[in-house]
């Protein structure tokens, strides 16, 4: 199995819900990743999960909260969101190491209103 | 820092042609370098990957790219095109100094097979 599932595939919101992206693997992958990417754009790096812990954070505003409850779990929680972060959510996940591709999910596309 | 650069931003070609999407890449040692396909509203698919060995390296789809460490360029091409590559297609670099799990991509190319 080499697919990463997120859900929803779609989301609309308001600026003061709060909501959660959500992405599962099963391919015993130990890095798992959050991207934003804009129309036509290259995907921007939000989070990285190593291990089930937090790796790296690429200065996101703390309106996105990532969380990683277990090696195949990856959820993004979304609070008081702004209608610039309206985007497609991808997931991704690698073995670790730097020589691995990664796989990306489907994405989640977000909208703000 | 590591860099990757694609100079094109839409690269048109005729159905049966062959093609060839660009990328250069800046890294500190030695790189770690990937494309990958986007295909509308869908994530990305890994193509291929150079780490080390033979500098011509083949992946899905029919699709191969050619490792250069003179012209640090690592340029992705295919013998006879089809309509159905037509996508957006990233260069992606890895330097084999960091160790964190970060990997750059290029801004992409649009690649538009013509029937």
């Known amino acids: 199995d080499t697919e990463v599932t997120q859900t929803p595939k779609h989301l609309v919101m308001g600026m003061t819900n709060k909501k959660s992206l959500k992405c599962e693997q099963h391919?015993?992958?130990?890095?798992m990743y959050w991207y934003k990417q804009k129309a036509k754009k290259p995907p921007e790096l939000m989070f990285v999960?190593?291990?089930?812990?937090?790796?790296i954070n690429e200065s996101v505003p703390s309106r996105f909260s990532p969380e990683c409850p277990n090696s195949s779990l990856l959820n993004l929680h979304l609070h008081a969101l702004q209608p610039e972060d309206s985007a497609l959510y991808l997931c991704?996940?690698?073995?670790?190491?730097?020589?691995?591709?990664?796989?990306f999910g489907p994405g989640t596309r977000l909208t703000v209103t | 820092a590591q860099s990757v650069a694609q100079p094109e931003d839409q690269v048109n070609v005729a159905e049966g042609n062959p093609l060839t999407v660009k990328c250069t890449y800046s890294?500190?040692?030695?790189?770690?370098l990937f494309w990958y396909v986007q295909y509308p509203n869908r994530g990305l698919q890994f193509l291929l990957k150079?780490?080390?060995?033979?500098?011509l390296v083949k992946g899905s789809y029919g699709f191969e790219a050619e490792f250069n460490k003179s012209q640090t360029s690592f340029h992705l091409k295919k013998p006879s095109a089809l309509v159905s590559d037509s996508a957006l297609y990233f260069c992606?670099?890895?330097?084999?100094?960091?160790?964190?799990?970060?990997?750059?991509f290029g801004k992409g190319t649009r690649l538009h097979i013509l029937p």
């Open positions: 991704a996940s690698s073995q670790a190491g730097n020589t691995a591709e990664q796989y």
């Open positions: 150079y780490i080390t060995g033979d500098n």
């Open positions: 999960y190593s291990y089930e812990k937090l790796s």
């Open positions: 391919m015993g992958h130990r890095a």
């Open positions: 992606a670099v890895r330097d084999m100094m960091n160790r964190d799990d970060k990997i750059i």
């Open positions: 890294v500190s040692g030695n790189p770690y």
